[in-house]
């Protein structure tokens, strides 16, 4: 049997490893990683599970608090991460929430981008001024407003960069500095970008936020979240708060996950090259009236893409001609690309936010942001890039009809 000795596999590079690091194999020996499907766990005496309460001793105890197979997961997207220690929740939603809960309380001060996914805007516009805390948000790409909103004492900084749906890129490396001498905590959801296209962490962020339903598991089985961060922030800030509200991830969702992320580069960097070219195609085709790809030299951003991506990601932003109607006609005329508002899926997928992700902004935020009636999110999967683009010229030329 290969070894996995943690200092032999401490050798070896992070794709090498998130392939091997099989440290919960049973005696029988399997190629796979075990699920352990269980609520609870024993004691050999009743000293040991006062011990274990205590925290004198090492056991498991709940899998509310902790689980093999998904313990494996978190240490394995910490490797890939390049983070201290992971969190996982039951989804990207419950990763966003924890990390921002946990963080705050009444009294307290959070500034972020307004460019967010839906649900992460209504959090912080609705949810968390109901609890005292004050919400400041603003334009993420304008580095003057950052400045002015941070230079007042602050507890949290949460962006996403690229940003859902219209992918805005924000310098990371330059809110982190300004969110540091404001005494917060600086967020960084990156879920478009993936492990394997940008490091927050490396770039000066504090913890990162993901939605494992996204690019880690890639083919629309399951959902989870994953919050990664310092360990001392992980476990002394944030895990009380998980483990008590009982946002956890299931053993089985973390299998799952655990092998989405064996092939998670190879897929991500496989999309993104149809990505590109997609985009390049889409640029061209009468209908499209506007294409938005970090990987672009005609992205308002792309300088700043470059410098914090490894490559343009996996989306890609367009506005076809004709407002909704138009949008609407491209998106039934697709025969290939499926009509959902998920992303990062093997799968193409495609979806209109004005009327679903971001439906409940009113006309004047998503204006702010970019989203018109026309707007397109596109997530590219791993067909081949020619059926996609067959497929996209009859959205495109659908979308022109509309408006006869």
Same mark, same amino acid.
């Given at each position: 049997?290969p ?11 992070t ?14 020996g ?9 609520? $609870? ?6 000293e040991?599970a006062?011990a274990?309460?205590?925290g ?5 105890q709940y ?5 093999p ?7 394995r997207l910490?490797?890939? *991460? ?9 989804? $990207?939603?419950?990763? @966003?929430?924890c990390?921002?809960?946990? &963080?705050? #309380?009444?009294?307290?001060?959070i500034?972020?981008? !307004? ?22 948000m ?10 002015? +909103? ?7 900084v ?14 990371? =490396? ?10 917060? %905590?600086?967020? @960084?959801?990156? %879920?478009?970008?993936t492990?394997? $296209? ?15 339903? #996204?690019?880690?598991d890639?083919?629309? =089985? ?7 961060? !310092?360990k001392?922030?992980i ?6 708060f998980v ?6 991830? !299931?053993?089985?969702? +973390?299998?799952?996950?655990s ?24 640029s *061209? ?6 294409v938005?790809?970090p ?9 700043l893409?470059?410098?914090?991506m ?9 506005? %076809?001609?004709?407002g909704? #109607? ?5 998106l ?8 959902s508002n ?7 997928l495609a ?11 009113? &006309?004047? &935020? ?7 009636? $026309?707007s397109?999110?596109? !997530? %590219? ?13 009859r ?5 022109? #009809?509309?408006? &006869?």
């Amino acid at each position: 049997m290969p070894s996995t000795d943690p200092s032999f596999l401490a050798s070896c590079r992070t794709d090498t490893r998130l392939l091997h690091d099989a440290r919960n194999r049973t005696e029988h020996g399997e190629t796979s990683d075990a699920i352990f499907p269980t609520s $609870g766990f024993v004691y050999d005496s009743a000293e040991q599970a006062e011990a274990t309460f205590e925290g004198t001793v090492q056991h498991l105890q709940y899998s509310r608090y902790g689980n093999p197979t998904v313990d494996s997961l978190q240490d394995r997207l910490a490797l890939l *991460e390049g983070a201290e220690a992971c969190q996982t929740t039951s989804t $990207g939603m419950g990763a @966003v929430s924890c990390a921002l809960l946990a &963080q705050l #309380k009444a009294g307290d001060r959070i500034v972020a981008s !307004s460019a967010l996914f839906g649900s992460t805007h209504w959090l912080l516009d609705s949810l968390l001024p109901s609890y005292g805390i004050e919400t400041v948000m603003l334009d993420g790409t304008d580095l003057k407003a950052w400045e002015d +909103a941070l230079s007042k004492p602050t507890q949290a900084v949460l962006i996403e960069t690229p940003s859902n749906p219209m992918l805005d890129v924000l310098d990371i =490396r330059h809110i982190a500095d300004l969110a540091h001498k404001a005494g917060a %905590v600086f967020m @960084v959801d990156n %879920v478009f970008a993936t492990p394997v $296209g940008q490091k927050p962490l490396e770039l000066g962020a504090d913890v990162v936020i993901y939605s494992c339903t #996204k690019h880690i598991d890639g083919q629309g =089985r399951v959902m989870g979240g994953a919050i990664l961060g !310092s360990k001392q922030w992980i476990t002394e800030t944030l895990q009380p708060f998980v483990r008590n509200t009982g946002n956890t991830l !299931s053993p089985f969702n +973390a299998w799952v996950l655990s092998k989405g992320l064996e092939t998670l580069r190879l897929r991500v960097d496989a999309m993104a090259r149809n990505a590109a070219r997609v985009a390049d195609v889409l640029s *061209e085709l009468p209908g499209v009236t506007a294409v938005r790809y970090p990987g672009r030299k005609d992205h308002p951003h792309a300088e700043l893409a470059r410098k914090q991506m490894s490559n343009g990601g996996t989306l890609v932003a367009f506005s %076809v001609a004709n407002g909704k #109607k138009g949008a609407f006609a491209c998106l039934n005329a697709l025969r290939l690309i499926a009509i959902s508002n998920n992303l990062g899926d093997a799968r193409s997928l495609a979806t209109h936010p004005a009327t679903t992700t971001h439906r409940k902004l009113t &006309q004047e &935020q998503r204006d702010a942001l970019g989203i018109t009636d $026309g707007s397109i999110r596109f !997530s %590219v999967g791993l067909e081949d890039a020619d059926d996609l683009i067959e497929d996209l010229r009859r959205g495109a030329e659908a979308a022109l #009809k509309a408006g &006869q």
